[in-house]
């Protein structure tokens, strides 16, 4: 018996996890607004903090240890949810799974579909989430200092802080998908496809 390789593209990946996404989208939904909501607490801390800094020429608002904590707490939740977000999901396509490698698919490319949706929706929710921290960052400074905020908004400030949110969230998002991604890599065809969910 020859054993062949199959090869997925990578432009195929990407498409059969769009598709993936919008044939599941309340769960998609589900999980975009708990990266966003775990990203936005961090961004409306970073963003307020930033503002404090520029206007007191240099001298940093620290975050104060509670606020620290806070955070930390937020993504974790965050975390823990989109791991239980994907385990389920896994759960609902054993059959779809269990069909992919009875065709061949080898445990990389199961793996790759789920770490590409993943990083999608940890794209998705990290670009809500900076836009609404942010925003609730910006309407708190002005409450506190003043319209003068918006006249020396660190624009430069702003455009790190936005790649670095979005960077962390997609890597959160992977990160908290990885060990389902591969728990669902290694499952037995035949097991999967009796499953009943």
Partial sequence: MIRRNVRLPLSDSLWISLENIRKRQTRSIIVVMSTALGISYLTYFLVTNLIFSTFLQGKEGAIEAYNFWLIVVSIVICAVSLINSTMIAILERYNEIGTMKCLGAPDNHIMRLLLIESALLGLGGGFI?????????????????????????????????????????????????????????????????????
């Fill in 129 to 197: 989430g900076f836009t609404f921290g942010a925003v609730t960052g910006i309407l708190s400074c002005c409450l506190e200092l003043g319209l003068i905020v918006l006249r020396g908004l660190p624009l430069t400030g702003f455009l790190g802080l936005s790649g670095q949110t979005m960077v962390f969230s997609v890597v959160l998002s992977i990160i908290s998908t990885a060990y389902p991604a591969i728990r669902a890599a290694k499952l037995n065809p035949v097991e999967a496809l009796h499953y009943d969910v």
